[in-house]
């Protein structure tokens, strides 16, 4: 673990009403490397992630970003340096792909918000990472899945936030674009230092892609760590109440993880 | 042609238009009178019969209906960006009646008072309404949807309506002065009145279209406002201070002329696109032109009969409204 981490949680609960969904949690998410975030669906990962956007408050405990309380830092600023992709976020209708990455430059315009260069460029740069030229002047609504997805990315990215947290980026996309997304997510971390904490379903492609996971359960961090470090059977029992056996992927070494049918966990 | 650039055609061509029927407006009523005779009144009054024509009716009429027509219309824009909902207007959401119910209260309570003062009823009045529609709007589960805000907005006014007309039934010597004036009307505005008011409107407009920028954020929805850094608590009350400068404005001067908030903010997003940063200098140009370019309409088909530009607007009007919420709720439920 890096001694300065870019984003940290301090005792951080949340609550709705009477229900404590984080509960005094702990964390920290090491600087300019790729984070997962997996746990069970209620196990606390959008709140978590709300939270460390500065979109979430806390009932108790805090966040630090850069180590100063989050919660002393303006919406605005936080959203210079931390950017969030939502599961399923939406536009208006009828509103074009380089309209929507337009908005990213909002925390860096002035009031009454005049276009610069920076803004153009930062839009452009987008645009190209996120493979969306050729559609930029398409209406969101007649893009497929995917490519709206990668639409949101982009005005994310347009933010050029040195923090991206992104909630669940493959979930309802096929195969070829949960890939698209989890490699440009990559890039931006070997190339650029960017800070990446991605909550990701699918346990085996957020061994393959991060270098920390951070498993959590019931609102709080079972463990924390390297994948090859810290998955194994008995954790994904504990976690996910699912007997698997965990091997060394062929291809990089990384865990790779085998849930067993009934028959077989009759057998062991 | 690029966007940037046919967006900015689109508004030239409004403009032109604008002053073509500003113009026109100006020579047509119960005595037609040319051009020639308005510039004259302008460059050289010389007190005769036409000049003080052009000089007390027709050019604060035409005052009124330019001031008015982009006063609701742009405050129709701000209201469906702000709460997302394309059926929002000052109409339909009651803000105009309870301006009007302020202004009826202030009238038949303090006799011949200052346009000044009225116009501060009017801005309380529609607070008030604004207020109350989105606190009943937003009550029970799945909070503010466009249909709950405008059915609570329909029971307001339809409530406020019966309590103004109360009012005027019981108070006669006020019920003649107001019975025009509550169809929205911009026949016999004094030049006085106008010059009260139309400070609080300009303010407005000029409020609109230079938080723009703020309002296209808005109106990304508050999930995406909230994460770009948008401090939604800030705009959405400055939004909601320049709609109650429009619309409460727009009242006390005109009368609620319905319908115009709704359907130019539409027709501005059928021609500019979804960018509230064109749509709102596009209402404001449109708004004014069709009411202005209605108002000569009826003057010059029924030159004889004072019709209240309000009821056009509604002839126009109801129809767009049906469309638009029937089309909507076959997409999905509102």
């Known amino acids: ?268 | 042609m690029s966007t940037l650039a046919s967006r900015r055609l689109v508004l030239l061509g409004l403009a032109v238009a604008l002053c073509v029927s500003a113009a026109w407006s100006l020579t047509v009523g119960t005595i037609a009178l040319p051009l020639q005779t308005i510039v004259a009144a302008i460059i050289d009054f010389d007190g005769s019969r036409e000049h003080l024509i052009a000089a007390t009716v027709r050019f604060p009429r035409l005052l009124a209906g330019l001031i008015a027509g982009s006063a609701f219309a742009v405050a129709g824009a701000i209201m469906q960006a702000v709460t997302n909902n394309p059926l929002a207007s000052p109409g339909i959401l009651g803000i105009n009646a309870g301006a009007a119910l302020a202004i009826v209260v202030a009238l038949s309570v303090v006799d011949g008072g200052a346009a000044g003062v009225y116009v501060w009823c009017a801005f309380a009045g529609a607070a008030a309404a604004a207020i109350v529609v989105y606190a009943v709007g937003s009550a029970g589960r799945g909070g503010a949807t466009p249909l709950k805000l405008a059915l609570a907005g329909a029971i307001l006014s339809a409530f406020v309506g019966s309590l103004t007309t109360a009012i005027l039934i019981f108070d006669t010597a006020s019920l003649d002065v107001v019975r025009v004036w509550s169809i929205g009307s911009v026949e016999g505005r004094s030049l006085a009145t106008i010059m009260a008011i139309a400070p609080y409107g300009l303010v407005g407009l000029a409020g609109a279209l230079l938080l723009r920028g703020q309002i296209a954020t808005l109106s990304l929805g508050p999930e995406i406002a909230a994460q770009l850094g948008q401090n939604l608590a800030v705009w959405r009350l400055a939004a909601a201070a320049i709609v109650v400068l429009l619309a409460g404005g727009a009242v006390a001067l005109t009368g609620p002329i319905g319908f115009v908030g709704l359907f130019v903010p539409h027709a501005a997003r059928l021609i500019v696109g979804t960018d509230y940063r064109w749509i709102i200098p596009a209402s404001a140009l449109g708004g004014a032109f069709v009411v202005v370019f209605c108002d000569a309409l009826l003057r010059a088909v029924l030159p004889d009969r004072d019709v209240p530009v309000g009821i056009a607007m509604a002839l126009i009007g109801a129809p767009f409204f049906i469309h638009l919420a029937r089309s909507r709720t076959a997409r999905r439920p509102l």
């Open chain 1, 1 to 268: 673990m890096p001694s300065d981490p870019a984003l940290s949680a301090r005792g951080a609960s949340i609550g709705y009403r009477d229900r404590a969904v984080i509960d005094g949690l702990d964390l920290n998410v090491p600087r300019g490397a790729f984070t997962a975030l997996i746990g069970p669906n209620g196990s606390g990962k959008s709140t978590l992630l709300r939270a460390l956007a500065r979109l979430q408050s806390l009932s108790s405990g805090q966040i630090l970003l850069d180590g100063r309380a989050l919660a002393t830092i303006g919406p605005r600023e936080a959203a210079r340096r931390v950017g969030i992709l939502f599961q399923g976020a939406s536009a208006p209708e009828g509103m074009t792909v380089s309209e929507l990455v337009q908005e990213g430059r909002y925390p860096h315009r002035s009031l009454f918000g005049r276009w610069n260069r920076a803004d153009e460029a930062a839009c452009a740069r987008a645009l190209r990472l996120t493979k969306l030229e050729a559609l930029a002047d398409r209406p969101l609504d007649t893009l497929s899945g995917g490519q709206r997805q990668r639409a949101f990315v982009a005005m994310v990215l347009a933010q050029e936030t040195g923090i991206l947290l992104l909630d669940e980026p493959t979930t309802y996309l096929d195969l070829p674009h949960q890939l698209d997304i989890l490699e440009l997510a990559g890039a931006l971390v070997r190339e650029e230092g960017t800070t990446v904490v991605a909550a990701i379903h699918d346990i085996n492609q957020a061994a393959r892609y991060a270098a920390h996971l951070i498993v959590l359960k019931d609102g709080a961090v079972v463990t924390a760590g390297p994948p090859d470090a810290i998955v194994t059977p008995a954790l994904i029992e504990e976690v996910f109440a699912v007997k698997a056996m965990v091997v060394p992927s062929p291809v990089d070494g990384r865990p790779l993880i085998l849930p067993l049918t009934r028959a077989e966990r009759e057998d062991s």
